[in-house]
């Protein structure tokens, strides 16, 4: 007997990213599927300052190129019978393989967290094109695979039919042990000045208007005295609001309490995060973000509704805690309700570690398998 046809999957991406590496490792173990990989660029440092190459971490890649390249294009169009996963559409040939795939009725497939609700900054040429793109893809022959609730929810909005909307989210590792973290609290503790029976706090992303640091850091400035004399919340990231909210900081006379950090490797991250009492995702507007790293190494979370991941993950009171992005009166309530009740504060932090485990990387992989045409 002939054995069954592997499933071949073509995910297509600008460039690698340590998020969906995570992804790819799980297809390794899977005798009925292999995944071809492919990207714009083989490494750039530039967005998130990554120091090591990640492009061949688990699987040899193949490098298409920024520039037009045909002989990509006629390798997605003469192969029809595997299948074709394209991460956004960044490029000329990315753009390119959407719009064949359209004239030609071939089945593909998107995926995409969640764009930008505002067209500030855009040009008229951009904000039509930008249009003209999702009404493309509305009548495209392909399943949009959206990162979160909130991304669905949006082509929910754009007339997307429900049947061709699929939850893909970002994944994180959830197979790692969090008592190697745990050993070295007090060496975070030292390391960032924590105050003596104080609590380590966290945050971290692009330093950016939207993803909202300086409500967090106006939240800090209202929290009752005492208790804002035991904390030091650190800030991890850079970007265009750095000199800004360094300002906000040392107007609110807070240099004490809060410390901004450039961008770490994301095992000092992971090891700042574990270590933290309570991990912020205080976004007035973020595709997903890190709530599911903070949940995944068993941390107590407190997102806004605005994050995509927060709103994807977080039951509220269950296994973390959720404000509307400008209310930081109530952001005020759940950081002082969790840091008066240590009891809480674990329950909230297990909750969401078995939420996170409940979205093992692997479920990636089933959910691809099951939903990609």
């Given at each position: 007997?002939?054995?069954?046809?592997?499933?071949?999957?073509?995910?297509?991406?600008?460039?690698?990213?340590?998020?969906?590496?995570?992804?790819?490792?799980?297809?390794?173990?899977?005798?009925?599927?292999?995944?071809?990989?492919?990207?714009?660029?083989?490494?750039?440092?530039?967005?998130?300052?990554?120091?090591?190459?990640?492009?061949?971490?688990?699987?040899?890649?193949?490098?298409?190129?920024?520039?037009?390249?045909?002989?990509?294009?006629?390798?997605?169009?003469?192969?029809?019978?595997?299948?074709?996963?394209?991460?956004?559409?960044?490029?000329?040939?990315?753009?390119?393989?959407?719009?064949?795939?359209?004239?030609?009725?071939?089945?593909?497939?998107?995926?995409?967290?969640?764009?930008?609700?505002?067209?500030?900054?855009?040009?008229?040429?951009?904000?039509?094109?930008?249009?003209?793109?999702?009404?493309?893809?509305?009548?495209?022959?392909?399943?949009?695979?959206?990162?979160?609730?909130?991304?669905?929810?949006?082509?929910?909005?754009?007339?997307?039919?429900?049947?061709?909307?699929?939850?893909?989210?970002?994944?994180?590792?959830?197979?790692?042990?969090?008592?190697?973290?745990?050993?070295?609290?007090?060496?975070?503790?030292?390391?960032?000045?924590?105050?003596?029976?104080?609590?380590?706090?966290?945050a971290g992303s692009r330093l950016i208007y939207e993803k909202g640091?300086?409500?967090?850091?106006?939240?800090?400035?209202?929290?009752?005295?005492?208790?804002?004399?035991?904390?030091?919340?650190?800030?991890?990231?850079?970007?265009?609001?750095?000199?800004?909210?360094?300002?906000?900081?040392?107007?609110?006379?807070?240099?004490?309490?809060?410390?901004?950090?450039?961008?770490?490797?994301?095992?000092?991250?992971?090891?700042?995060?574990?270590?933290?009492?309570?991990?912020?995702?205080?976004?007035?507007?973020?595709?997903?973000?890190?709530?599911?790293?903070?949940?995944?190494?068993?941390?107590?979370?407190?997102?806004?509704?605005?994050?995509?991941?927060?709103?994807?993950?977080?039951?509220?009171?269950?296994?973390?805690?959720?404000?509307?992005?400008?209310?930081?009166?109530?952001?005020?309530?759940?950081i002082e309700k969790l840091l008066n009740d240590e009891y809480l504060?674990?329950?909230?932090?297990?909750?969401?570690?078995?939420?996170?485990?409940?979205?093992?990387?692997?479920?990636?992989?089933?959910?691809?398998?099951?939903?990609?045409?």
């Open positions: 007997m002939n054995a069954p046809r592997k499933i071949v999957i073509n995910l297509i991406q600008d460039i690698a990213t340590p998020h969906n590496n995570v992804l790819i490792k799980q297809f390794l173990g899977r005798d009925n599927v292999e995944i071809k990989l492919w990207y714009a660029v083989s490494k750039n440092e530039g967005l998130y300052q990554w120091s090591q190459d990640i492009t061949h971490e688990h699987l040899s890649a193949i490098i298409y190129g920024q520039k037009l390249n045909l002989s990509f294009l006629y390798y997605c169009l003469t192969h029809s019978q595997e299948r074709f996963v394209i991460v956004g559409w960044m490029n000329i040939n990315t753009c390119l393989l959407h719009l064949l795939f359209f004239f030609l009725r071939r089945s593909f497939n998107h995926w995409t967290d969640l764009p930008s609700p505002t067209e500030e900054g855009r040009t008229l040429k951009q904000k039509i094109l930008r249009r003209v793109a999702y009404l493309f893809l509305r009548y495209s022959y392909c399943k949009i695979f959206g990162v979160g609730k909130m991304t669905l929810n949006c082509f929910r909005i754009w007339g997307f039919p429900e049947h061709r909307l699929v939850n893909l989210p970002i994944f994180v590792n959830v197979d790692e042990d969090l008592t190697l973290y745990r050993s070295r609290r007090f060496e975070l503790h030292q390391q960032f000045n924590v105050p003596e029976h104080g609590f380590l706090l966290s640091f300086d409500l967090l850091i106006e939240a800090t400035k209202k929290l009752a005295h005492e208790l804002r004399r035991k904390i030091k919340l650190v800030i991890v990231g850079s970007g265009e609001e750095l000199p800004a909210l360094k300002q906000q900081v040392k107007s609110l006379q807070l240099d004490t309490q809060v410390q901004f950090h450039n961008w770490m490797n994301i095992l000092d991250f992971k090891l700042l995060i574990a270590n933290s009492d309570i991990f912020f995702h205080p976004a007035r507007f973020d595709s997903y973000g890190g709530t599911t790293l903070a949940m995944a190494l068993e941390v107590a979370v407190i997102g806004s509704t605005g994050a995509g991941a927060a709103v994807d993950r977080i039951e509220h009171g269950i296994n973390g805690f959720l404000y509307e992005p400008n209310d930081t009166k109530t952001l005020v309530e759940h504060r674990k329950r909230i932090a297990s909750a969401g570690r078995i939420t996170a485990l409940n979205w093992h990387p692997a479920r990636g992989v089933d959910i691809l398998l099951e939903h990609s045409i």
